[in-house]
């Protein structure tokens, strides 16, 4: 027996299922109380999201000498259409007094200010952010716009500012994790219901994806807590749809392979031990495609899209493991009595060899060139909305699908106010050359005002007002400018951070990290299907159709996002990430089609092949991606706009990918290039079926 073969057998031994069950066991109890530890192990702070060397971000670390805690900007405003009172100054006087015992707020609270019109007031409130990220945020807002409301005498009233967004945010991510993974298993028990059409199965795979979640959860908690590995409410969220939909395709797999076994092999336990085999490279190479793609992730500048590279590898990993080791105990232990009311009695006919995929292979094999032609230019066609895509980022108000307060304070205070109140440039440079720096800054065009420096152990310290809103282009063009002139400045080490320049510097890692991580991802995925096909024109052909399926994608939804979502734009790292997901996942398909195709064509030939392994592997590959297409989907239930932009584009290009690329134009191109498709190995000199004996062969 071959080494592949014995390790086969391992999860579906007489005796060693029941090892595996019990090893599974165990590991489920030791990491369950460290799953539930994750969300406490999350950093949402903003250096976390950030570029480690950017600008903004050694601004962050260095203003800490003035100041010990983090504190991010509150700002309270009042507006009264008919123009502020004497009785509503007092008003808010009071407020600000009160404001002085919310939670977390620190320092000096300034204001009420009066505004030049005389319609709104503000006020300025520093909150500690803490270690909780804007967690800590929301107990100290809740608190000021209580106070406010309370006291309003007919203003309106509105928290805004770094301080009021974070905990509007905060909100926005409230429940994540609990709401997506009810979510997403709820479309997973639907789905697998409707797949295998049995009222017991589809409990095996869900147990077995839910199981690995949770030791993910557990390993990933353990390298937060205790390896510096940086996880936040973005990567947590993605950790639970990857983990249940790749584990539920990989399930799907390797039951339907199972189930076919069983129709050659009386004893379960031989069936699912060739299951394994026959199933298992298809599963490793696709799993290990999804993880350097991952992987790759790790050489990102921005450290949201760093970190979430080994969260989503360690939990694509572990599905692995679930599903060929857990997964397979279970069936064998279960028996034939699972797939009731259909059971796959032995030496009954595998019905796929004369399913509906049969026939649309048969009917692709007749016209392949027209039909690989057709397909393509058809998906070329979608490439046209690439020309509307704005991933330019997304404003405050833009980051929410509703309109939450500190959105309208923030209009409020454009209204009344210069547009950067309450989100100040923070500079920082030596003590002596600290006037000299203000003294550019201030004559800087778009700065409204700046404050008197504060002087630190040889370190000064002084804020900028911006005239524009601090997240409008005009006021990333203002930092540029200030930049350039406090740098200009002798001797004086200069730096510029603050919200606007944090907003400018992720955008331009953001799409440094595009023009890095792509192409890098493409050459590792051509490496290994070049390894797993044993090819050279088989992974060159399929990266192609995966990069044209995603260039369709993002077209099609630049499209539903402008006319039909209505949203301004897509955030700066939208590009990457739906290609990393969808160039990875989509290769997981070819890779489930292709080496099935090359399974039957070491026997038949490469036109037979190609339509045998359509046939073999249309069904689970259809539903595979129905399921995948559908957990992300859930991502838009999300009231964050760039959950729902990743979500509806992963699942678009999955449904893609399933349904007209892998199914037709793969299999058009294998079926018009035959033996040629896997040059310059020994099956390109095998000579394939004759056209004209392929139908009649199925």
Same mark, same amino acid.
């Given at each position: ?28 109890? &030791? ?36 100041q010990p805690v983090d504190t991010a900007q509150a700002v309270v405003v ?36 009066? $505004? ?69 298993i709820s479309v997973v028990i639907i789905l697998l219901l409707l797949t ?22 557990? &390993? ?97 990993? &572990? ?85 939450? =307060? ?65 997240? $409008? ?6 930092? =540029? ?31 440094? =990290? ?42 099609? $939804? ?91 584009? &992963? ?48």
């Amino acid at each position: 027996m071959s080494p592949t073969r014995r390790l086969a057998t391992l999860p579906c031994g007489r005796r060693s299922k029941w090892v595996v069950l019990v090893l599974w066991l165990v590991l489920l109890v &030791v990491a369950g109380p460290l799953a539930g530890k994750l969300a406490d192990a999350e950093d949402n702070q903003a250096s976390s999201w950030l570029p480690g060397n950017a600008e903004s971000t050694q601004v962050l670390n260095e203003q800490r000498a003035f100041q010990p805690v983090d504190t991010a900007q509150a700002v309270v405003v009042y507006q009264r259409d008919g123009g502020i009172t004497p009785a509503d100054r007092v008003e808010a006087a009071r407020d600000a007094a009160a404001f002085a015992s919310a939670p977390h707020v620190v320092g000096r609270i300034t204001g009420p200010v009066l $505004s030049g019109d005389g319609q709104a007031m503000q006020t300025i409130v520093p909150v500690d952010i803490g270690t909780g990220g804007w967690q800590d945020l929301r107990p100290a807002v809740d608190s000021m716009r209580a106070t406010a409301a309370d006291n309003d005498q007919g203003m309106a009233t509105h928290v805004t500012g770094p301080a009021g967004i974070g905990a509007d945010q905060a909100e926005a991510f409230a429940g994540i994790d609990s709401t997506l993974l009810a979510a997403t298993i709820s479309v997973v028990i639907i789905l697998l219901l409707l797949t295998y059409r049995s009222p017991v199965l589809w409990a095996f795979p869900l147990l077995s994806a839910a199981g690995a979640l949770v030791v993910a959860q557990a &390993v990933i908690y353990l390298l937060a807590d205790h390896a510096g590995l940086t996880v936040n409410a973005q990567s947590a969220g993605i950790l639970i749809v990857l983990v249940l939909g790749a584990g539920t395709d990989y399930a799907l797999l390797l039951t339907a392979r199972y189930r076919e076994e069983l129709r050659r092999h009386e004893d379960r336990h031989e069936a699912m031990a060739f299951a394994l085999h026959r199933a298992g490279p298809a599963i490793l190479a696709s799993s290990a495609t999804v993880v350097a793609s991952m992987l790759c992730l790790l050489v990102a500048e921005m450290n949201s899209t760093s970190g979430l590279g080994p969260v989503c590898a360690i939990g694509v990993l &572990v599905a692995l493991a679930a599903m060929l080791t857990l997964l397979p105990a279970l069936l064998v232990i279960v028996g034939r009595w699972v797939f009731w009311p259909v059971k796959p009695a032995f030496g009954t006919p595998e019905p796929t060899r004369t399913g509906r995929w049969a026939h649309v292979g048969a009917w692709i094999g007749r016209r392949p060139r027209k039909v690989w032609i057709g397909t393509s230019l058809a998906l070329a066609a979608c490439c046209i909305g690439l020309v509307s895509l704005n991933a330019s980022g997304l404003s405050t108000a833009g980051t929410f699908t509703g309109k939450p =307060d500190s959105v309208v304070g923030q209009q409020v205070l454009e209204q009344h106010f210069p547009g950067g109140t309450g989100a100040p440039l923070t500079v920082i440079s030596t003590a002596g050359g600290a006037e000299a720096v203000r003294a550019v800054a201030q004559t800087t065009p778009g700065v409204a005002s700046t404050s008197v420096p504060t002087v630190h152990e040889g370190k000064a310290l002084f804020q900028a007002t911006l005239a524009d809103p601090p997240d $409008s282009q005009a006021a990333k063009d203002t930092v =540029d400018r200030v930049r350039d002139a406090v740098h200009a400045v002798p001797n004086a080490d200069a730096k510029v951070g603050g919200s606007t320049a944090v907003i400018l510097d992720a955008g331009r890692a953001a799409t440094n =990290d595009n023009r890095t991580i792509i192409p890098l991802v493409l050459g590792v995925v051509l490496v290994i299907l070049a390894l797993l096909l044993r090819a050279i024109t088989a992974p060159l052909v399929l990266v192609a159709t995966v990069v044209l399926s995603y260039a369709a994608t993002l077209g099609i $939804s630049a499209f539903f996002f402008e006319h039909v979502f209505h949203f301004e734009a897509t955030d700066n790292a939208f590009p990457l990430f739906v290609f990393v997901f969808l160039v990875a996942l989509g290769i997981d398909y070819n890779i489930f089609l292709m080496t099935r195709v090359r399974e039957e064509s070491l026997q038949h030939g490469t036109r037979h092949g190609a339509v045998a392994g359509l046939a073999a592997t249309g069904g689970v590959i259809t539903s595979a991606g129905l399921i995948l297409a559908s957990t992300f989907a859930v991502l838009g239930t999300l009231p964050v706009v760039g959950f729902a932009e990743i979500g509806f584009a &992963v699942a678009l290009g999955v449904l893609l990918d399933t349904l007209v690329v892998r199914s037709v134009l793969v299999t058009a191109l294998t079926l018009d290039l035959d033996r040629h498709m896997w040059w310059p190995s020994q099956l390109s000199r095998q000579v394939g079926s004759p056209k004209d004996e392929l139908a009649r062969q199925l």
